[in-house]
C-alpha cells in the first residue's frame, strides 16, 4: 500500500447538511493539482494482492438490495468510501473529482470500455438515503457513456454497514457533540479508495496523498495487463 494515512475530522450538523450539500453537489469540479512524481508505465510493476474485498448487503439509489459483491467481481473496481455532507476539499470531494476525471479519461480510451467500473459507498446510512445518493450522482449514475457505470451505493442501517466498514479497514468514528444543548452528530474518517481485481481482491489502497488520476489509471491499466490485455497507454486531460 502507498500513501501516508491522513486524519481528516469534520462536523457534521443537519442545518449545515441542508444549506451546504445542495450547493456541493451542483458545484463545478475544481482542477486537481498536478503530480509532483512521475508514475510508473503499466505493467512494469506488481500490485499484490492485499485482502479478500469483503461481501454484504448494499441498496443502490433504486432502493433496491444487492449484495456488494455484484459491484466488485468480474471487471477492476475501483471503491471509495464518502458521505454526501463532506466539503473537505482533501476528503470526499478529492475523491468525486478524481473519478470524474478517470471517467473522462476511460470513455477515450475505447480499448477501456467495459473493463472498470467505479462505486461510491456511503459510510452515512442515516442520512444518505438512496433518494440522497441519487441526487448526489447526478447524471453519473445513470451516463454510461465511455463503457463505465459508477455506482452510488448506501446501506439500510450502520448495522449492515459495520462488516463492510470494517473488513476494508475503512477508519469511521461517529460521535456526538452536545455542547451547545442539542446532539448532533460527528463524522471523522480517513480517505481511502480501493482497487480491487476482477477476482475481488484489493489490490492497492490510495490515500489523498496518492489518489491521483494518473496513478489510479495505470494502475488499472497494470492489472488488466496481468490478464494478457494490452491496452492503448491512456492518459488523463490535463
Not at 451542483?26 to 500490485?47: C, E, R, S, W
Not at 447526478?138 to 465511455?146: E, L, P, Q
Not at 448506501?154 to 468514528?173: H, I, K, N, W, Y
Request: glycine share 8%; aromatic share 8%; with cysteine.
Amino acid at each position: 500500500m502507498r500513501g501516508t494515512v491522513y486524519a481528516l475530522a469534520l462536523v457534521i450538523g443537519l442545518i449545515g447538511r441542508l444549506l451546504v450539500a445542495p450547493a456541493l453537489w451542483a458545484h463545478p469540479l475544481a482542477a486537481l493539482p498536478a503530480l509532483d512524481f512521475v508514475p510508473p508505465p503499466p505493467g512494469t510493476y506488481k500490485l499484490h494482492r492485499i485482502m479478500a474485498a469483503p461481501d454484504g448487503r448494499v441498496l443502490g439509489i433504486d432502493g433496491r438490495s444487492q449484495p456488494l459483491s455484484v459491484y466488485t467481481r468480474g471487471q477492476v473496481t475501483l471503491l471509495g468510501f464518502i458521505y454526501t455532507t463532506c466539503v473537505d476539499p482533501e476528503g470526499c470531494p478529492l475523491a468525486y473529482r478524481v473519478f470524474d476525471t478517470l471517467k473522462t479519461a476511460i470513455a477515450a480510451t475505447p480499448a477501456l470500455h467495459g473493463k472498470a467500473r467505479f462505486v461510491t459507498l456511503s459510510f452515512d446510512p442515516a442520512r444518505d438515503t438512496p433518494d440522497v445518493m441519487r441526487r448526489y450522482a447526478g447524471s453519473r449514475a445513470v451516463d454510461a457513456s465511455g463503457g463505465l457505470r459508477w455506482y452510488f451505493l448506501t446501506t439500510r442501517s450502520a448495522r449492515e454497514l459495520m462488516p463492510l466498514v470494517e473488513g476494508f479497514g475503512q477508519d469511521v468514528r461517529v460521535t456526538v457533540d452536545r455542547s451547545s444543548g442539542r446532539a448532533r452528530r460527528e463524522l471523522s474518517h480517513v480517505l481511502k479508495v480501493f482497487l480491487i481485481d476482477r477476482a475481488g481482491y484489493v489490490r492497492e489502497i490510495y490515500s489523498s496523498l496518492f489518489l491521483h488520476p494518473q496513478s489510479v489509471l495505470n494502475d488499472i491499466e497494470t492489472l488488466l495487463m496481468e490478464e494478457g490485455f494490452q491496452p492503448p497507454r491512456a492518459a488523463v486531460k490535463k
